[in-house]
């Protein structure tokens, strides 16, 4: 059985590299799936052995109650958590990635789960795909 479970090793906490996928020029990739946006970037030099480093950002402005962005940034972990190793990247590739809420409302975990398959599967199209055509 493969495990299901989320590590520190896959959380995105350091400043820098934050700095860095929220900075001009950063992002080197971006889906909006609604309720989520991400925003993504290759990071070659993360000490890190962790494929993905991610992070969830559930603003205020757009739930302006804390037990609502609590609910929403479970309802993305559990999602991310359950389908994130069906789409591995492979060849050594690190990479940084946030999820950014952008609905003003609670949505049921279904779509919040579609939402993160569909960004997952992008994900892992474009980032195999430039590795393909760098490998050339």
């Known amino acids: 059985m493969k495990s299901l479970g989320l590590y520190k090793k896959e959380k995105l906490c350091s400043a820098v590299a934050i700095d860095a996928l929220f900075g001009r ?3 080197e990739f971006s889906r909006l799936s609604y309720p989520l946006r991400v925003v993504a ?10 494929e993905i480093q991610f992070l ?3 603003p205020k402005k757009r739930l302006r109650h804390a037990v609502d962005r609590v609910l929403m940034r479970r309802r993305v972990r559990e ?8 789409y591995r990247l492979g060849h050594g590739q690190k990479i940084d990635l946030a999820f950014i809420y952008v609905a003003d409302k ?7 789960e ?20 760098t490998d050339k």
Not at 41 to 50: E, P, Q, T
């Open 25 to 27: 020029g950063g992002a």
């Open 41 to 50: 970037r290759r990071n070659d030099g993360r000490k890190s052995d962790a």
């Open 56 to 58: 969830i950002s559930i």
């Open 79 to 86: 999602a991310y958590r359950l389908i994130h190793r069906d």
């Open 106 to 112: 609670l949505v049921p975990y279904r779509d919040v």
């Open 114 to 133: 579609q939402s993160v398959k569909k960004i997952l599967s992008s994900l892992h199209h474009h980032f195999t795909k430039t590795n393909d055509e």
